[in-house]
């Protein structure tokens, strides 16, 4: 992950190179040659915790996470994969890596779903 704002760009050759995030953060129409594409979005819905005030990162990566979902949004709107999940999450922030635990105990019920799909196409 590359933040814009917080990594600066990488030159390679004539490109400069960004967090794939801000052109593509999902990018399931790299993969429309496959017969069936799950793609699993997870910035999650995080919402806030009551009484907990965001502080400057939190501001910049809520910018990114905003900017990431208006892109999925049209994206969806112009072919969407053959199935979308996206967990939700609770008081868990973009840089919340040290969390695991909790995210995939969250997540638990988006996985459930997921596999419920996967077994219908059996």
Known sequence: MAVPGLFIPVSV???LLID?????PLPWDL?????????VD????R????GDEPGLFDLLFKTFEIMQQSIISE???????????KP????????HFD???????QAAEAAEELGRALDGRR
């Open 99 to 105: 969390r695991v635990d909790e995210i995939v105990d």
């Open 31 to 39: 993969l429309s040659h496959h017969e069936f594409v799950v793609a």
């Open 47 to 50: 919402k806030p915790t009551p």
């Open 13 to 15: 050759g004539d490109r």
């Open 42 to 45: 997870v910035t999650g819905t």
């Open 88 to 95: 939700e999450l609770s008081g868990v922030r973009l840089m």
């Open 75 to 85: 994206k969806m709107n112009n072919g969407a994969p053959n199935l979308y999940i």
């Open 20 to 24: 794939g995030g801000v052109s593509n």
